[in-house]
């Protein structure tokens, strides 16, 4: 069993497109992430949810929008994609809030690598 | 402003030698440095991690050596082997939750036999 699942594994796109990622935790992880690696696999903080509600959220364009339905899938959404978007989108789970409830111990998913051309 | 600086960017050890990566931050309210692992076309997963309230943490082949003083923090591969090649990345965060890991920019690792 996967324990954060993300769909789909790769996406090409046209400039302009507007597109969605999927992400799935069976942990019971309370705390999601999504986090932006580029092609210098640089990892950057975009967006975190706790108990679906937004809790980071860092200088990151409203092109791109989180959804969190439930506390186990956080989804994100990105409009009027650009060239600049194409990366590795992971998302990740934690359990708790603060450190000793593990609450920086980040379990990843395998990546959405998103092309656009 | 890049809080957790990690060096060398790219790393190529002989079979059976030492891999050491180094991180050094900038915030001294920084409490906990995990290293995380990411093979090609996965996820980063959790290695090993350390607080400051040590100087050392061994798992295995796999230390963590921590310098509260000059804020650095370094990962060293024991007898690296072909399978370790990787990517590596540092990471810190605070204790008080709600913060999200910073990242190093990673080391990709080449263990070459």
């Known amino acids: 069993d996967t324990a954060v699942s993300q769909t789909p594994k790769y996406l090409v796109t046209q400039m302009g497109n507007d597109k969605s990622i999927k992400c799935e935790q069976n942990?019971?992880?309370?705390?999601m992430y999504w986090y932006k690696q580029d092609s210098k696999k640089f990892l950057k903080i975009m967006f975190s949810?706790?108990?679906?509600?937004?809790?980071i959220n860092e200088t990151v364009p409203n092109r791109f929008s989180p959804k969190s339905p439930d506390k186990a899938h956080l989804n994100l959404h990105i409009n009027s994609l650009e060239l600049g978007d194409s990366a590795v989108y992971f998302c990740?789970?934690?359990?708790?809030?603060?450190?000793?409830?593990?609450?920086?111990?980040?379990?990843f998913g395998a990546g959405s690598r998103l092309t656009v051309l | 402003q890049q809080q957790v600086k990690q060096s060398p960017q790219s790393l190529i050890v002989q079979k059976g030698g030492i891999s050491i990566i180094n991180c050094a931050y900038e915030?001294?309210?920084?409490?906990?440095f995990p290293w995380y692992q990411q093979f090609p076309g996965k996820g980063p997963a959790l290695l090993i991690a350390?607080?400051?309230?040590?100087s050392e943490k061994k798992e295995g082949r796999f230390t963590i050596s921590f310098n509260k003083s000059a804020k650095q923090f370094s990962l060293h591969i024991m007898d690296s082997q072909p399978g370790d090649s990787a990517t590596y990345f540092c990471a810190a965060s605070m204790e008080s939750g709600n913060t999200p890991l910073v990242f190093g920019k990673g080391t990709r690792l080449s263990v070459i036999a």
């Open positions: 949810y706790n108990n679906k509600e937004l809790i």
């Open positions: 990740a789970s934690s359990h708790g809030q603060g450190l000793r409830s593990g609450a920086n111990v980040l379990t």
């Open positions: 942990l019971g992880h309370d705390t």
């Open positions: 350390i607080r400051p309230d040590v």
């Open positions: 915030n001294t309210a920084f409490d906990y």
